[in-house]
């Protein structure tokens, strides 16, 4: 049975920083890709970011370009979302999605299968 599981969520100050930990279970987590998404309501699920299988190849939206860091430990099965720098506008909750089809790197949320429940980040002062 595929799960993921986040954590790591929470409330920090702005320019502040947060780790956030997607755990997965039923699947080796190299053998596929892996996406984080951001929603906030009254707007779309937006892809943050997403590590493709094979090669690891990244993508980062544009808004957190160099700001944020996507990894993965496979010995763990984890992958992880360093969140740094950040401001009101990172607000929302973050899910992460694996992709089963292709294993490629993508933000488009309809292309993955599996979604974990969700950890909300709330940046405020």
């Known amino acids: 049975q595929v799960q993921l599981v986040e954590s790591g969520g929470g409330l920090v100050q702005p320019g502040g920083s947060l780790r956030l930990s997607c755990a997965a279970s039923?699947?080796?987590?190299?053998?596929?890709?892996m996406g984080w998404f951001r929603q906030v309501p009254g707007k779309g699920r937006e892809g943050v970011s997403c590590?493709?299988?094979?090669?690891?190849?990244?993508y980062y939206a544009d808004s957190v370009k160099g700001r944020f860091t996507i990894s993965r430990d496979t010995a763990k099965n984890t992958v992880y979302l360093q969140m740094n720098s950040l401001g009101p506008e990172d607000t929302g909750i973050y899910y992460c999605a694996t992709e089963f089809v292709s294993g490629s790197c993508t933000s488009r949320y309809t292309e993955y299968d599996y979604w974990g429940q969700g950890t909300q980040v709330t940046v405020s002062s």
């Open positions: 590590m493709g299988s094979s090669d690891g190849t990244t």
């Open positions: 039923g699947f080796t987590l190299g053998a596929y890709a």
